[in-house]
């Protein structure tokens, strides 16, 4: 009985110290793994700077674009505010063009009317023949001036 104590003694002991071996770790790593996990560490870290780069890109990127969308958006309402003023222009254009051709027949279709002359106020003594003759001139109307 004693040897079969002593069996069970040490084999429990074996198992409490494999248990703890595997629960602690084991540090050794072969070579060839261990160069394996540095080369998947500096892949690693390569590709979390190339994330990272890829990442201020983007961010560049994303703020032209909306840099652009606001500029976009300011020409287009610019563009809409240019159009109503050209649409507003070229009515008045063509408004004005038809009152110039009803000022242009109405002219001719009614005979034409008496203008009358303002006599000059007559000048001091001292005035001479040159001054006269001057103001004796009178001015023609103009015919449906154009604003």
């Not at 500096?42 to 500029?71: G, H, M, P, V, Y």
């Not at 159009?83 to 009152?99: D, F, G, K, V, W």
């Amino acid at each position: 009985m004693l040897i079969r104590s002593r069996r069970a003694v040490i084999g429990l002991s074996m198992l409490g110290f494999s248990s703890m071996l595997l629960l602690a770790g084991c540090d050794f790593w072969p070579p060839a793994l261990q160069a394996q996990i540095e080369q998947l560490h500096s892949e690693a870290q390569q590709a979390a700077a190339d994330k990272a780069l890829l990442q201020n890109q983007l961010n560049a990127a994303n703020k032209a674009k909306e840099e652009l969308q606001i500029r976009v958006e300011d020409l287009t309402r610019v563009n809409k505010e240019k159009s109503a003023m050209i649409a507003s222009l070229e009515h008045t254009i063509a408004a004005a063009r038809e009152r110039a051709v009803k000022a242009a027949k109405a002219p001719a279709a009614k005979p034409a009317a008496k203008t009358t002359v303002k006599k000059p106020v007559k000048a001091p003594s001292k005035a001479t023949s040159k001054s006269s003759a001057k103001s004796s001139t009178v001015k023609k109307p103009k015919s449906a001036q154009l604003r």
